[in-house]
């Protein structure tokens, strides 16, 4: 793929590229996807012009030029036949991950000033909860059923129109608002422009090897459109994409071999459970030659499960980014396990390898003020650790409508920008990048400043540890460890001392003396693996629930409960109060449970203690647990 020039922009921007493509492939296929009764096939003509269509009816209803558009659609040939079609006419699609939570949603849309609005009927329902944020729309499309909310439906749009939509668009001009998930910080509305995406797929094309001749798995729908941008099949696993960590193994391998899956993007929390289960069962995928990984911290065990399992003529990669810039640099697993990983474990930090070409990096000291303008005098010496910033033409120069995010997180430097990423780093002699964690994640001691991943790396070397984190506690580091699932408590006292002494080997560990064993951290919801540090940093400082007297409420009711059972009430108004407290104890109490569990893995309860407690003891226990805000 070449990039577009700025006069081939002008006939359509990204959309330039689905033209490009459809004339090229015609009845290849551009999207496979899971349906009922099997999987179905869109080629890229169909896609194509079934935009084409899209786009004509969008413009038809008032949803044109610069309209920036909420986009809530599962994932599937709807998605990107409508952002396609959005693409097609100029309109700005708003694309908020539903699983940051409601008010933290409504929060995005009210900040990025919605004026059109295309979703599922739940997300209309949605809508109409909160008038507030959604009074200024222009139009409303409905992706299914339409209820009482009216607007148009998606069969409204489809206008059987012959003919190609074409709008003037530049490379410059504003393609998409793509927000955070929230999970390090505020979430933010990064804006994408079409020069932006272009120059994403092709470093994705370039750095990865990725091309037109490949079938790809699409696990997050944004790989997805660039797979589309390249000219690739994509293939939509089967599978929620707020909730990779819950998807089967089996059948996303039978998925990968019906298909012939080629390359396949995958977060850590899907790629452990894939690679175990291959080699388990000792299946091969002969056809798959490439896997990424990303979206989180990628251990070295998850690295080395993988290659052991997907075999040696399957190049597996890890990749670093961020929303805002994607790629920044990758690292092979093979450089991980035969060089990087000894120093990871020794405290160096993570390695996650060269910058691509497309872009430059730099390290600058740590400061949690705003770098308005570049100097020189803002970069660390030679392997110091620093603040990550990066430039280049897919990453993002701003924020939508944030001045004061652009001040904390862009440096000008003449006509260029550079991104603050937030996350720490060292460029070695070699030039590869260590990650050694996000900037409000590092813990200022009185023994000095602790970098969490530098400290996590030398603990997560043990063979019963899962994954570790680092949380500051009045002024104290304390490292909390995750066991390997299965492990027995009567192991943890062991694994402590033991992880005690791990830790005084290194210069990095050698004060941190306070480890809490935790059955189950809070991670993200994007991709089920970045950890909630400061729900463990509230756990871990919070006093552990102790009996109270409000406990004797509940219980009272218990045993008013087995007194009835055993011995009949006959007095009406004794009934009547036996009647109350089924309801009380039985009833509330047990809708109270969706809740107490959401509050109780954060704090460290296992599902069933949860369960047990809460009809026992409702919420006079778990109201007290620390970590419960989401």
């Avoid at 979703?119 to 139009?139: D, I």
């Avoid at 390695?351 to 308005?372: F, N, Q, S």
């Avoid at 408590?489 to 290194?506: H, K, N, S, V």
Wanted: hydrophobic share 45%.
């Amino acid at each position: 793929m070449s990039t577009p020039s700025a006069a081939d922009m002008k006939s359509g921007g990204v959309a330039r590229l689905l033209r490009a493509n459809a004339a090229a492939f015609r009845d290849k296929d551009a999207v496979v996807f899971p349906v009922r009764a099997g999987f179905e096939r869109l080629s890229y003509r169909e896609l194509d012009a079934r935009s084409d269509r899209y786009a004509a009816g969008l413009r038809r209803i008032g949803i044109d030029r610069g309209v920036k558009t909420v986009l809530m659609v599962k994932p599937g040939p709807e998605l990107f036949v409508l952002a396609f079609a959005l693409f097609k006419v100029g309109a700005v699609p708003v694309i908020v991950d539903p699983g940051m939570g409601l008010r933290r949603m409504m929060h995005c849309y009210r900040e990025v000033g919605a004026e059109a609005f295309i979703g599922v009927p739940a997300a209309h329902a949605m809508r109409v909860l909160n008038p507030g944020v959604f009074g200024a729309l222009k139009a409303r499309v409905t992706v299914g059923r339409r209820w009482f909310w009216g607007g148009h439906t998606l069969a409204d749009l489809d206008t059987g129109e012959p003919g190609q939509v074409t709008t003037e668009i530049g490379e410059d001009d504003l393609l998409v608002i793509n927000f955070t998930t929230g999970s390090t910080g505020p979430a933010k509305g990064v804006e994408y422009t079409h020069r932006t995406l272009v120059a994403m797929a092709q470093e994705v094309e370039r750095t990865q090897g990725h091309c037109a001749e490949d079938v790809s798995l699409a696990t997050v729908p944004l790989f997805g459109l660039l797979d589309l941008l390249i000219g690739a099949t994509t293939v939509l696993a089967p599978l929620d994409p707020a909730r990779v960590a819950d998807a089967d193994p089996a059948t996303l391998a039978d998925v990968m071999a019906r298909f012939e899956v080629t390359t396949m993007f995958a977060s850590p929390a899907l790629l452990r459970p894939l690679t175990e289960h291959l080699a388990q069962t000792g299946r091969t995928l002969p056809a798959l030659r490439r896997v990424i990984a990303g979206g989180a911290p990628v251990t070295d065990s998850v690295v080395d499960g993988a290659r052991t399992a997907l075999g040696p003529d399957v190049l597996l990669m890890t990749t670093y980014g961020a929303t805002e810039a994607l790629p920044i640099s990758s690292i092979s697993a093979a450089e991980i396990l035969d060089g990087t990983r000894k120093l990871t474990q020794a405290g160096y930090g993570t390695c996650v390898g060269r910058p691509v070409p497309g872009i430059e990096v730099r390290t600058v000291r740590i400061t949690d003020k705003p770098l308005t303008q570049w100097s020189d005098d803002l970069l660390t010496a030679p392997g110091e650790v620093g603040e990550l910033v990066v430039a280049g033409d897919h990453v993002s120069n701003r924020y939508h409508g944030s001045p004061v995010n652009d001040i904390r997180a862009k440096i000008h430097d003449g006509a260029r920008r550079w991104h603050r990423t937030g996350d720490l780093a060292r460029i070695d002699a070699a030039g590869r990048i260590w990650f050694c964690g996000r900037k409000t994640h590092r813990v200022d001691s009185a023994d000095g400043t602790l970098f969490s991943v530098c400290c996590e790396g030398v603990f997560n070397a043990h063979p019963d540890v899962l994954r570790t984190a680092l949380v500051e506690v009045g002024g104290r580091p304390v490292m909390c460890f995750e066991p390997v699932a299965g492990t027995p408590r009567r192991e943890l006292p062991r694994i402590t001392a033991e992880l005690r002494e791990l830790g005084g080997r290194q210069q990095v560990t050698e004060h941190i003396r306070d480890f809490r064993p935790h059955p189950g951290f809070p991670v993200d919801i994007r991709h089920n693996a970045k950890i909630g540090r400061e729900l463990l940093a509230e756990w871990a400082a919070a006093p552990r629930v102790r009996p109270n007297a409000l406990w004797l409420v509940p219980l009272a009711g218990w045993a008013y409960l087995l007194y009835g059972l055993v011995w009949p009430l006959e007095n009406p108004a004794l009934q009547a109060l036996f009647w109350i407290d089924v309801l009380l104890s039985v009833v509330v109490h047990g809708l109270q449970i969706p809740v107490a569990l959401s509050r109780a893995r954060p704090a460290g309860r296992r599902p069933r203690t949860t369960v047990f407690l809460t009809m026992l003891l409702g919420a006079t226990w778990w109201k007290r647990l620390p970590g419960g805000r989401r």
